[in-house]
């Protein structure tokens, strides 16, 4: 059973940075971010290939946010820059099975997830 850890959430201004990691236990996947606010559904953010060498960003985080991985501390770190009040959610990173190999935008694909971690932007 593949378990994934987030940290970094936190209390900001908007204009600020904050970078969130997800670790996870044995193994490298292909591992995305989402976010859910109150009342809405969960939504995809961010997401990478096992070795980095795709990434895709849902559009409205394009320019701000950065994802990337450390395969040596099984880590996937997400750069978020020039925060806003809507980008405040819970923010939870899944991975997919290690046999699948795309990232993709849809919640059900994959596999494992997180706790989450908690993101709020003030105005």
């Known amino acids: 059973q593949v378990q994934l850890v987030e940290s970094g959430g936190g209390l900001v201004q908007a204009g600020d940075s904050l970078r969130l990691s997800c670790t996870a236990s044995?193994?490298?996947?292909?591992t995305g971010w989402f976010r859910q606010a109150p009342g809405k559904q969960r939504e995809f953010v961010a997401g990478?290939?096992?070795?980095?060498?795709?990434?895709s960003y849902e559009d409205s985080v394009k320019g701000r946010f950065t994802i990337s991985r450390d395969n040596t501390k099984n880590t996937v770190y997400l750069q978020m820059n020039g925060l806003k009040p809507e980008d405040t959610a819970g923010y939870y990173c899944?991975?997919?099975?290690?046999?699948?190999?795309?990232?993709?935008?849809?919640?059900?694909?994959?596999?494992?997830w997180g706790q989450g971690t908690q993101v709020t932007v003030s105005s």
């Open positions: 899944a991975a997919r099975k290690s046999s699948r190999s795309a990232v993709v935008s849809v919640v059900s694909e994959y596999d494992y």
């Open positions: 044995g193994g490298t996947y292909v």
């Open positions: 990478i290939t096992r070795y980095g060498g795709s990434t």
